[in-house]
């Protein structure tokens, strides 16, 4: 009773204790301490837009966030900050994962597209929701990376392509949920086309690396959208040949 209650305490510190050694491994190679204070650090950006929904809590709390910082970042993965993943690009901020995760309420039953693969982090915190998530990614060693790196850590079911993801995944649409994670000037028609009655896509819109705004979009049973801006935030533009 006394050895597992003191091997809880020594796990609860985030040390790994291999019963029948005699000294503990001082370290928590999978960093579950660390994560477990982000996601507690967690809470939302205003009243209405709280991270509450425990699906999401429990998804950013089992994905191993710095398996997907590049070397030497790895230290960083659990700030609530975006970090560098090479090319001009970067890890969206948890507390904005999160908040997209939660907005585009994904059930267990729905398709979900994802633009902007980029390390492969938010569409692994999608799978831990559905086992139907599309990402697609247009700079070709991000996306290769992230095959490779989804593929390591067992995400054998999210299907990535390499591509413009302003026309969407037309072989694969139609989709119950669509997240944009880069900024476009404007919503693009592809990507409305291509969600489903019923659907909602989460997109931030605005100029690059200006002013922009975080949008909900709806689409009714009968094939209208209804557009609605719910915060400021700053992401890294949408490239595509139709936004030049
Ligand atoms: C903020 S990062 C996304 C972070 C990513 N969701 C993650 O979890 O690491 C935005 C990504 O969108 C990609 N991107 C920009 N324009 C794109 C486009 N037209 N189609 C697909 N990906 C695009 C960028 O190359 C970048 O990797």
Same mark, same amino acid.
């Given at each position: 009773m006394r050895r597992s209650a003191s091997v809880l305490i020594l796990m609860w510190l985030g040390v790994h204790v291999v019963l029948g050694q005699t000294s503990p491994v001082l370290a928590d190679?999978?960093?579950?301490?660390?994560?477990?204070?982000?996601?507690?650090?967690l809470s939302g950006v205003a009243p209405d837009l709280m991270i509450d929904d425990p699906d999401v809590r429990a998804a950013m709390l089992h994905?191993?966030?710095h398996r997907f910082v590049p070397d030497g970042l790895q230290d960083? %993965?659990? &700030?609530?900050?975006? !970090?560098?993943?090479?090319?001009?690009?970067?890890?969206?901020?948890?507390?904005? @994962?999160?908040?997209?995760?939660?907005?585009?309420?994904?059930?267990?039953?729905?398709?979900?597209?994802e633009v902007g693969t980029g390390s492969g982090y938010q569409a692994a915190i999608? %799978?831990? &929701?559905?086992?139907? !998530?599309?990402?697609?990614?247009?700079?070709?060693?991000?996306?290769?990376?992230? @095959?490779?790196?989804l593929a390591n850590l067992g995400y054998d079911r999210i299907r990535t392509r390499e591509g413009d993801g302003y026309y969407g995944w037309p072989e694969q649409a139609?989709?119950?949920?669509? &997240?944009?994670?880069?900024?476009?000037?404007?919503?693009?028609?592809?990507l409305l086309e291509q969600l489903k009655p019923g659907g909602r896509m989460i997109i931030p819109v605005g100029p690059r690396w200006g002013a922009q705004t975080l949008m909900l979009v709806t689409k009714d049973q009968?094939?209208?959208?209804?557009?609605e801006s719910l915060l400021p935030v700053r992401f890294v533009p949408l490239t595509s040949k139709s936004l030049r």
């Open positions: 190679s999978d960093r579950q301490a660390e994560r477990q204070a982000l996601v507690q650090s994905v191993p966030r960083q %993965a659990y &700030l609530d900050k975006p !970090v560098p993943i090479g090319h001009g690009q970067t890890i969206s901020q948890p507390t904005v @994962v999160a908040l997209m995760t939660q907005l585009a309420d994904v059930d267990s039953t729905q398709k979900v597209l999608l %799978a831990q &929701l559905t086992d139907q !998530v599309y990402t697609i990614e247009i700079i070709e060693p991000l996306a290769k990376d992230a @095959v490779e790196r139609p989709f119950d949920r669509i &997240l944009v994670t880069a900024a476009a000037a404007h919503i693009p028609p592809p009968a094939g209208e959208t209804t557009t």
